[in-house]
């Protein structure tokens, strides 16, 4: 077998390491890597030294004895949710990501990333990624897709009017699932220039911050999901977001949440968060988007040291559209 390598935090900087390959359980599966998305939450990890990476999509090179899901050479994606003990209520209720025994992207296996050559992967909680589906656009889907995905099959319904703040990696992948869903999908900016770009994902209305009396109706869902918090008295209205709505923080944009209580009691809004997907969501949402051709916008780093480096600049510096994927 190759020599494996992965990519750690030291001193906060990424730094490609020889990795050790370890032998498979039989219910696991060795992919080498050939794309990995990098996302915000990888930067917070960084400080950490754990393996980094969990958005990676490759093939099988390898299977343990007992696994009968997945064969050498299938192209599989997964990453964030690794495992869980799949007997408590939660993982036979279909809501393995809330298991208490779950094993998450830098919650455990601090060994086991997607930043390298090879990503062991439970053999339920890597998912076969559809044909016409290409590797370089299934990548960022394992936690973005996911993501916005899971949140909206549990909190939106045909019908509704879904509202999306922000126009970013997780935003932009938003747009397109709702309007795709056939929801009439609105749009929240700070930047009149993104309109023409937000109606090319599906929006059926945009909506510059600071004009919210120019929208037609409230919507009944809201996906927050910029990277910071949104001016809440003007959101926490019943003109823009409907009483009882869901009010849904996906994005990581405070330690501390502040809302006004009397426009939360008063309009009976649901805040709630979500955290990517539980396994039969995530299968779902790659076959979604490869049935009606979602992408997310990609820019391409090489998979080495030079590239993560390049694409965390871009990432931190608010510069990247919208989602950085390194290849081999």
Same mark, same amino acid.
């Given at each position: 077998?190759?020599?494996?390598?992965?990519?750690? !935090?030291?001193? !906060?900087?990424?730094?490609?390491?020889?990795?050790?390959?370890?032998?498979?359980?039989?219910?696991?599966?060795?992919?080498?890597?050939?794309?990995? +998305?990098?996302?915000?939450?990888?930067?917070?990890?960084?400080?950490?030294?754990?393996?980094?990476?969990?958005?990676?999509?490759? /093939?099988?090179?390898?299977?343990?004895?007992?696994?009968?899901?997945?064969?050498? !050479?299938?192209?599989?994606?997964?990453?964030?949710?690794?495992?869980?003990?799949?007997?408590?209520?939660?993982?036979?209720?279909?809501?393995?990501?809330?298991?208490?025994?779950?094993?998450?992207?830098?919650?455990?296996?601090?060994?086991?990333?997607?930043? !390298?050559?090879?990503?062991? +992967? %439970?053999?339920?909680?890597?998912?076969?990624?559809?044909?016409?589906?290409?590797?370089?656009?299934?990548?960022?889907?394992?936690?973005?897709?996911?993501?916005?995905?899971?949140?909206?099959?549990?909190?939106?319904?045909?019908?509704?009017?879904?509202? $999306?703040?922000?126009?970013?990696?997780?935003?932009?992948?938003?747009?397109?699932?709702?309007?795709?869903?056939?929801?009439?999908?609105? $749009?929240?900016?700070?930047?009149?220039?993104?309109?023409?770009?937000?109606?090319?994902?599906?929006?059926?209305?945009?909506?510059?911050?600071?004009?919210?009396?120019? #929208?037609?109706?409230?919507?009944?869902?809201?996906? /927050?999901?910029?990277?910071?918090?949104?001016?809440?008295?003007?959101?926490?209205?019943?003109?823009?977001?409907?009483?009882?709505?869901?009010?849904?923080?996906?994005?990581?944009?405070?330690?501390? #949440?502040?809302?006004?209580?009397?426009?939360?009691?008063?309009?009976?809004?649901?805040?709630?968060?979500? #955290?990517?997907?539980?396994?039969? %969501?995530?299968?779902?949402?790659?076959?979604?988007?490869?049935?009606?051709?979602?992408?997310?916008?990609?820019?391409?780093?090489?998979?080495?040291?030079?590239?993560?480096?390049?694409?965390?600049?871009?990432?931190?510096?608010?510069?990247?559209?919208?989602?950085?994927?390194?290849?081999?």
């Amino acid at each position: 077998m190759a020599e494996s390598f992965d990519m750690r !935090g030291v001193d !906060g900087v990424v730094v490609q390491k020889p990795a050790e390959v370890v032998a498979l359980k039989p219910n696991e599966v060795r992919v080498k890597i050939t794309h990995t +998305g990098v996302c915000g939450t990888d930067l917070f990890y960084v400080q950490y030294g754990c393996a980094l990476g969990h958005e990676g999509v490759g /093939i099988i090179e390898e299977v343990g004895s007992a696994v009968k899901l997945h064969k050498v !050479g299938d192209r599989v994606g997964g990453g964030y949710l690794r495992s869980s003990c799949g007997s408590c209520t939660y993982c036979l209720t279909g809501r393995d990501i809330l298991c208490y025994s779950r094993d998450c992207y830098g919650m455990a296996s601090f060994s086991n990333g997607t930043f !390298g050559t090879y990503y062991i +992967g %439970t053999e339920s909680y890597v998912y076969p990624i559809p044909e016409s589906l290409p590797s370089e656009f299934a990548a960022p889907l394992q936690c973005a897709g996911a993501t916005v995905y899971a949140a909206l099959k549990a909190y939106s319904r045909p019908g509704l009017r879904v509202g $999306v703040l922000g126009i970013g990696g997780l935003g932009h992948l938003a747009i397109q699932f709702a309007a795709k869903s056939g929801a009439e999908t609105v $749009v929240f900016s700070t930047s009149a220039s993104k309109e023409e770009e937000a109606r090319g994902f599906g929006a059926s209305e945009f909506v510059i911050l600071g004009h919210e009396d120019q #929208l037609t109706k409230p919507v009944d869902v809201l996906l /927050i999901t910029a990277a910071k918090s949104p001016e809440w008295t003007t959101f926490m209205s019943e003109k823009v977001v409907a009483r009882g709505a869901q009010i849904v923080v996906l994005g990581a944009i405070a330690e501390t #949440l502040e809302l006004p209580f009397s426009s939360l009691f008063f309009n009976c809004y649901n805040v709630v968060t979500n #955290l990517v997907a539980s396994r039969a %969501t995530h299968g779902e949402m790659l076959n979604f988007a490869a049935a009606h051709n979602i992408k997310p916008v990609i820019e391409e780093f090489e998979l080495n040291e030079a590239g993560v480096a390049d694409a965390i600049s871009k990432l931190k510096s608010g510069k990247l559209r919208y989602r950085a994927v390194l290849h081999v």
